[in-house]
Nanobody, 121 residues
Framework: QVQLVESGGGLVQAGGSLRLSCAASGSIFSINTMGWYRQAPGKQRELVATISNGGSTYYADSVKGRFTISRNNAENTVYLQMNSLKPEDTAVYYC???????????????WGQGTQVTVSS
């Protein structure tokens, strides 16, 4: 099996910064795209940013210029550096990864359990 564990969430004032981490572990053969999503109360889960195994990135318009996604392929870890945080960034942040395992052909998407980010005004 594959597990994704997020860390780094918390409470921060508007204008502050947080860095989220997500480590994948288990019977991993390779990881393709990794990404971060978020879900605010009463809203649908939305894409925040993604990064390919080659380092190509994509950002939602709402976070461009403020958030930076990166990854360490050797450690199967993805990061989200969040700067200039706004109250509207408050949400549960989830990481996901497109993973190929040693016991199943092809890629499957795995999700972390989520980490709360709260930005106070």
């Amino acid at each position: 099996q594959v597990q994704l564990v997020e860390s780094g969430g918390g409470l921060v004032q508007a204008g502050g910064s947080l860095r989220l981490s997500c480590a994948a572990s288990g019977s991993i053969f390779s990881i393709n795209t990794m990404g971060w999503y978020r879900q605010a109360p009463g809203k649908q889960r939305e894409l925040v940013a993604t990064i390919s195994n080659g380092g190509s990135t994509y950002y939602a318009d709402s976070v461009k210029g403020r958030f930076t996604i990166s990854r360490n392929n050797a450690e199967n870890t993805v990061y989200l550096q969040m700067n200039s945080l706004k109250p509207e960034d408050t949400a549960v942040y989830y990481c996901n990864a497109d993973v190929s395992t040693y016991y199943r052909a092809g890629y499957d998407v795995y999700w972390g359990q989520g980490t709360q980010v709260t930005v106070s005004s």
